[in-house]
């Protein structure tokens, strides 16, 4: 089984959205049901999300970890 990907708050990461590819950074985990980002979100511990904000327009957005790339360069990676 595949490892499943962990991000942290202030996470560079980067996503797809209507086709572009998006750069921005982790605003915090979510691991129950709650409301982020104008939706519900149906989180738990086994299968966390993260609310993410573009650094271009500054948007919230929440995301699965497979759909979210970490952006090398502030841990040299």
Do not use: C
């Not at 708050?9 to 985990?29: A, L």
């Not at 691991?31 to 149906?42: L, N």
């Not at 904000?53 to 841990?75: F, I, M, N, Q, W």
């Amino acid at each position: 089984m595949a490892r499943k990907k962990r991000f942290s708050q202030g996470d560079d990461v980067s996503w797809q959205s209507h086709g572009q590819n998006v750069g921005g950074s982790v605003t915090r985990k979510i691991d129950k049901r709650t409301e982020a980002a104008d939706r519900t979100v149906d989180a738990s511990e086994e299968e966390p999300q993260y609310e993410v904000r573009s650094a271009k327009t500054g948007k919230k957005a929440v995301h699965r970890p497979e759909s979210l790339t970490p952006k090398k360069g502030r841990d040299g990676s």
